[in-house]
């Protein structure tokens, strides 16, 4: 399979799992895990198989894996103290407890992994088009701020693989809320391109990477603490799910973040 890794990102091979990782999070890897599955596995359609494999790979415990049974696009994070808590329907999860692993699904929807190396806070953010547009980054590390006494300034946020500008093809109606939403920020001619006309209607290019880091910039995060994957998912079909390309048959990847 192609590898994937770039000046942010690693691609790890190892038997018969396979995951990226970035290499700003893996300077601490005494105290933090993570990874972002590729389409080598399918690791929800194995009973947990393919996931003990990963698990090992990663040396994480896999009893005390949280999943979200239903991510549902919205702006909701929870924050979890003890593995036997069962998420509610949110996107988001942050703790401060080590061995507690976050398992978030995704097919062109950016992840956002959220990791206060001062504090020892993680975040593990599901953030589609429509949490995007409900600025879910910002409440997570809102959320990060005000139950954990967190300094923005210490805060890193990792922003996975996702569909890129280059393929998040819209309508106008998509469009009108970026452009609404987003408007105060003053960048509406980088985060919007417009696109061809298609059996009449004109289609827009939106950059949701360049909302995220602009609404962390926002919070206070320093620039060189936010980091993009630089990977599209379309364009790297071949290595990554996308439900742009696989539509409902579509897999998922694997968004993983643990205190260790
Ligand atoms: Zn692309």
Redesign the pocket.
Known sequence: MKDLSNENILHIKDGNVEYLQFRKLLEYKNKLQHCYTTRCDNYEEDNGRNYKNLYKSLHLDYSKLIKIKEQIHSNLVQRIDNKETEPDKVDGLITNKKGISFSLRFADCTPIYIYDPVKNIIGNIHSGWKGTVGKIAQVAVKKIIKEYNSNPKDIICCIGPA??????EVDEDVKNIFENTFSYMNINHKIIEKGEEKEGKQKYFIDTNLINRTMLEEMGLQKENIIESNI?????KDVLHSYRIDKEKAGRNTAIISLI
Not at 163 to 168: L, Q, S
């Open positions: 569909i890129g500008k280059c393929h998040f599209c998912t379309v364009c790297n």
